[in-house]
């Protein structure tokens, strides 16, 4: 303890003394005898809560002296007798008590307040690391995709070329999602308007098809756990590389619509194109298409419902359930805990 801090406790102790002294002299005109001790209680108390408990003993020493001199009978005297001698014990054993259980309580609260400091630490430790472990994964799909690139440029059979050139889309597609889960914007696993427009966009730039579509949203924000969250990003990515493969075709101009609603914990994704819609006789239960097959693996994993239909253009609709996750504050991490801005 510095000398400061043990000058700060003495001021708190003799002022609070001061105080009770006062208030008992002012209450002993309308109190019966019998009550010398009444306003140095609270003062022993409060200043084993502010200052400690060698504060508050000093504090209890000098209420039982200015008691005992000029409350307990004989009045300005520190003469004593049996019944003196018990209201001093008295008070000696509240005082004691009191200050026992406070130091207690004190000491638990500081113990608490440093695991929690420690807490927060490690908390901010362990974030720190998950951030850079998602940056070093989202880094090393990026270079997964730039290696399939470099392979499918060696490659001279057109099928194999293609086939590369899917694999290549949806790694780096993946990759983005994966940047775009982690990134702050998104850090509670929200899908709106935003993040659809801005996926969408990635695949319409990787199709080459910046000025030949016109992309509509409609889309209801809901927040989803991570592993619900990344099936549902790649069956949209999947449906709208579909659209722009076979919706957009050899035309100029195609639309791309891409819906998504939520009634209580039932969702419905809806991504509708304007083209020539399915070929006869399509069954996507029976279609052995890489889309195809990731389509029905992803809506399986959300124990989902996926289907295609030709309705002026062709719908692909998925349906899935998600727990409801209420409304809450975006939380963003900071070295003295979590910092919070209302979203909706």
Known sequence: MTLR?????????????????????AADPWLPPGFPFLTFFPAVMIAAFVAG???????????GIAALYFFIPPERSFAMDLPSIVAISFFAMICAVDILIIDRLTTTLAALRAEREKALHHAEQRDTLFKELQH???????????????????????????????????VGIIADIH??????????????????????????????????????????????????????????????????????????????????????????????DDGPGLAPGFDV???????????????????????????SGTICRLTFRAPVIEDRMEVAWSASGLKAAQHT
């Open 5 to 25: 801090n043990f000058a700060e406790r003495l001021i708190w102790c003799v002022g609070l003394f001061t105080v009770a002294l006062a208030a008992r002299f």
């Open 53 to 63: 408990a060698g504060a508050a003993l000093f504090c209890a020493v000098l209420s």
């Open 136 to 170: 070093r994964i989202g880094n090393n799909l990026q270079s997964v995709s730039a290696l399939l690139n470099i392979q499918m440029r060696a490659v001279t059979d057109p099928v194999a070329k293609r086939a590369l050139a899917d694999a290549v889309q949806r």
């Open 179 to 272: 940047r775009m889960f982690h990134d702050p914007a998104h850090a509670d696993g929200r899908i709106d308007d935003d993040f659809v427009r801005e996926l969408a966009e990635r695949c319409i730039a990787a199709a080459g098809a910046g000025d030949k579509v016109s992309l509509v949203t409609s889309i209801t924000p809901i927040a989803l756990p991570q592993d619900k969250f990344l099936p549902v990003a790649l069956i949209m990515t999947e449906c709208i590389n579909n659209a722009l493969e076979h919706g957009l075709a050899a035309r100029d101009h195609a639309t791309i619509e891409v819906m998504l609603t939520r009634t209580g914990t039932d969702c419905e994704l809806t991504v509708r």
């Open 285 to 311: 239960a029976k279609a052995r298409s890489i889309g195809m097959t990731v389509l029905r693996a992803f809506a399986g994993q959300l124990d989902g419902h996926f289907t295609m239909i030709s309705d």
